[in-house]
């Protein structure tokens, strides 16, 4: 009977020591695919099926999704609101054949089998709306925050001397505007504020000229800083100074940039853009929307003397936690009541449904934190 | 005795897998979101109204206890004291207290959504760390 049991526990050990093996395995294929699909990705069928029509745009999309992005709609169905801004990117780069899309998205880091560290980011090529390739990159630990997607947009992107009009989008959670550590929940130790994104947009754009639009969908974009910090990079710049649903800027604007060349500019473009997303956020939430088109260079006149002021606020609530901060209109604060607060700035403005200020029927476009009133 | 102890574990153990994975704030907008749904699921009007304020008032007596307890770190009070502030401002709201006009009968789906997305979208009240937000969470189940 002894015997049996003995035979029994190592027949038993043997089946687990084998299935751990197996584990171990399909953990290592897994990890070696992953590593495999390093190499490109080449979509022959789709490429010989679509004619190639002339590059005209670039887009570049940084999607954050190393934190809490899950949203319910009004039917109380819970999304990921960067797995659907991903799959808003794809069809955007799909459907626009004379464009070149790089998409970066950007994951929460994890470890196999919980010792070997797996990719925290995925990256996807697209040109004239057929996929090039898809890899998973590793992102920078350093302070350098886009320096993976910085390599892997030189080493990807076609050299041409043609012109392009070129945009930027990032969607993401409120940036903060000091320190900025726990901004990916992952990673918490790895910092990321308004001047590592400000860093990577120039990264980006090289020495070569501004992105014609960019746009910020993140909660509190359109702050003297942030604006500031973007505008040298980028001749448009799109972002809510406000709060912004999750559910973040439509894209499917972009479905129509022949309306670049009908209204003859970026900001004409910008304007519509943010009239689309403005009206689809205004039908799905309750809370305030508000939706700004910064021209970066008409709003410089206000900026030079309200970011100082703001940076100065902004040193003055270094040692206040995020929770004794409050984000307010710039109109409200004489401080920031500057000439030229108007120039440049096109808001499009829905009060908040409820809460103490659905009454507020204008935002001058600019938001400023302050400490929380008590 | 021992039974009661062994299954309080077992739900304190379940709640603290399940918000760790939801990142906390994650399962606190999930509650408002199973609130909203029991609203636009009835048409009694006293009823929504009802289901409105016991869910705020439970979430505001579950704050209130892990705050109470001393095991809210330092850094943690000004966050939970905001995201308390908001609670009872919706409360009054809803109540029409402290200035507020009360919510009007068919406004109360729609602020029962906006309880949700402002929960969501401004993680900003959410800035207390995931250790509060699972005592939060863990107390609220066991309160309910």
Known sequence: MQQQRKKYLAGSAQRLSGGFLLIVCAGFALFFS??????????EEAKAAKPASPTRFSFVFIIHGDGDYIYHDSQGQAHRADARTLHAARLVAQ???DAEVFIFHQRPSAKLLYVIPLPDGDFLHYRNGVLQARRPYWRSSGTARFEAETALYAEYRTATDAKRTKFFLYFGHEI???????YDASTPERAFNVRDLSAGVKSFTGDSTRFDMLVLSTCY???????????????????????????????????????????????????????QAFERLSKKVQTAVTVAVYESDRARIYLGEADSRYTQRLAS?????????EYVDCAEEKKFVL?????????????????????????SGWQCCRPLAQ | MMARTFLGALIVLFAMTQAASAGGGGEISKYFNNTSREVKATNNLVQKRDILRTSLESMTSALDRVERSNLVPAEDRAGAKLLRTTLQERQDELGGKNG?????????????DYLVQDLQQADRYITVSLVTLLLIVIVLILIL
């Open chain 1, 34 to 43: 992953a590593c495999g699909s390093m190499t490109l990705h080449f979509d």
């Open chain 1, 317 to 325: 609530l270094k040692d206040h936690g995020p929770a004794a901060v």
């Open chain 1, 176 to 182: 903060p505007e000091f320190d900025g550590k726990g």
């Open chain 1, 221 to 275: 974009g359109g702050t003297p800083h942030t604006i500031a910090a973007l505008a040298p990079y980028s001749r448009t710049i799109v972002a809510s100074p406000g709060n912004l649903h999750l559910s973040y800027f439509d894209l499917r604007a972009f479905g129509r940039l022949h309306l670049l060349s009908e209204r003859n500019s970026v900001q004409g473009f910008a304007r519509y853009f943010a009239r």
């Open chain 2, 100 to 112: 507020f006009q009360p919510v009007a009968n068919d406004q109360l789906n729609s602020f029962s």
């Open chain 1, 95 to 97: 459907r626009r054949t």
């Open chain 1, 339 to 363: 000439p030229g607060m108007s120039d440049g700035v096109s808001v499009l403005f829905r009060p908040s449904r409820f809460g103490r200020a659905k009454n507020k029927f204008r935002h």
